[in-house]
């Protein structure tokens, strides 16, 4: 399990609202990214997994509102809620240029 998945995995109410959405994807096309937000609860954990969402091609942004996301090209109604949280891609991830920049003492 990785970092990621567990800190969803490991809290229901978390995990509810991430099956929830990827439910809303399925049934729908569309998602409440705000009602995941607002259940995860912190920022930075929210911001990877949209990421993670957004890399794999299960989601991408509402072109009309931040609040929600569009089922993404590679989104299959059949994708289960573990993998949906990066339990089997093993996903970190990536670190913003200005971080990686901070870290590296160039920037």
Same mark, same amino acid.
């Given at each position: 399990?990785?970092?990621? =998945?567990?800190? $969803?995995? #490991?809290?229901?109410?978390?995990? %509810? @609202? !991430?099956? *929830?959405?990827?439910?809303?994807?399925? =049934?729908?096309? $569309?998602? #409440?990214?705000?009602?995941?937000? %607002? @259940? !995860?609860? *912190?920022?930075?954990?929210?911001?990877?997994?949209v990421? $993670?969402?957004?890399?794999?091609?299960?989601?991408?942004?509402?072109?009309?509102?931040?609040?929600?996301?569009?089922?993404?090209?590679?989104?299959?109604?059949?994708?289960?809620?573990?993998?949906?949280?990066?339990?089997?891609?093993?996903?970190?991830?990536?670190?913003?240029e200005?971080?990686?920049?901070?870290?590296?003492?160039?920037?």
């Amino acid at each position: 399990m990785t970092e990621l =998945s567990s800190r $969803l995995l #490991d809290f229901p109410v978390r995990t %509810a @609202a !991430v099956e *929830d959405f990827r439910r809303q994807l399925a =049934s729908k096309g $569309l998602g #409440d990214l705000s009602a995941v937000g %607002a @259940a !995860v609860g *912190d920022a930075a954990l929210f911001s990877e997994l949209v990421g $993670l969402w957004i890399a794999r091609g299960w989601a991408t942004r509402s072109p009309s509102s931040p609040m929600y996301a569009l089922a993404g090209p590679a989104f299959s109604p059949d994708l289960s809620l573990r993998d949906f949280c990066g339990e089997s891609f093993g996903y970190d991830a990536p670190v913003p240029e200005d971080e990686a920049s901070d870290r590296s003492g160039n920037g």
